[in-house]
């Protein structure tokens, strides 16, 4: 069964520092999309950024950027320039093509220092 | 365009008693999935439609039920409810099956429905 592990419950950083969330995921497919969603307060979860397992490069979106190691099944999140409206919780999700469901990590508190 | 929209915003209930939440996805969107997010924990799979047609089903016991409308809106219904189903439901949409690539797959979530069962 496919699983999704974010080890780290809380984190955090100082504002316009960066910090990066881990994310490891146990699955025997070779194609797959992981994500990164975020959570604010607010409650409604944003998609922050996506990859597809079957590209070497690392996606990057703005100040957010992930490092992927497929071999190591490993993904995770780096936010540079941290800002104070990055503090939410964030969850990094798993899912296949042949899957219809969306595998979630228990998520990352991170809080922002001013 | 609007975002996938929920309702109720807040619902409680009782022991025993029967509830109905809503969704209506984006725009364009063909799919619509369900998700429960007990407090403290990441959002755990229920349900996926498609086109109406449930295309996957989580491990929720058959209390839970759901359906999607012609227009692809979406209700999801929880019979007997029990303390333990207190939670945010998330409902989100998505292109759904025959786009290219990752974009097929990227979920967009709605609000929320939190559902408190006494």
């Known amino acids: 069964a496919q699983t999704v592990t974010q080890s780290q419950p809380e984190m955090s950083v100082q504002e316009a520092e960066t910090v990066t969330l881990s994310c490891t995921y146990d699955?025997?497919?070779?194609?797959?999309?992981l994500f990164w969603y975020k959570q604010p307060p607010s409650r409604q979860m944003i998609l922050v950024i996506r990859?597809?397992?079957?590209?070497?490069q690392n996606a990057t979106e703005n100040r957010f950027s992930v490092n992927f190691q497929k071999a190591a099944k490993s993904f995770s999140l780096k936010i540079s320039d941290s800002q104070l409206g990055d503090a939410a919780m964030y969850f990094c999700a798993y899912r296949t093509p042949n899957n219809n469901d969306m595998r979630f990590g228990a998520g990352t508190r991170l809080t922002v220092k001013p | 365009d609007a975002g996938v929209t929920q309702s109720p915003t807040h619902l409680i209930k009782t022991r025993g008693q029967h509830v109905t939440l809503r969704c209506s996805p984006i725009?364009?969107?063909?799919?619509v999935s369900w998700y429960q997010q007990v407090l403290g924990q990441g959002p755990q799979f229920i349900f996926q439609?498609?086109?109406?047609?449930?295309?996957g089903r989580g491990n929720f016991p058959d209390r839970f039920s759901a359906r999607q409308f012609p227009n692809y809106s979406s209700e999801l219904n929880v019979n007997a409810l029990l303390l333990g189903d207190s939670a945010l439901y998330l409902c989100?949409?998505?292109?759904?099956?025959?786009?290219?690539?990752?974009?097929?797959?990227?979920?967009?979530f709605g609000p929320g429905t939190r559902l408190t069962v006494t």
């Open positions: 989100a949409s998505s292109l759904g099956s025959g786009s290219p690539g990752a974009q097929s797959y990227e979920q967009y």
């Open positions: 439609y498609y086109e109406k047609e449930e295309r």
């Open positions: 990859q597809e397992a079957y590209k070497q």
């Open positions: 699955t025997s497919e070779s194609d797959y999309y």
């Open positions: 725009s364009g969107h063909k799919s």
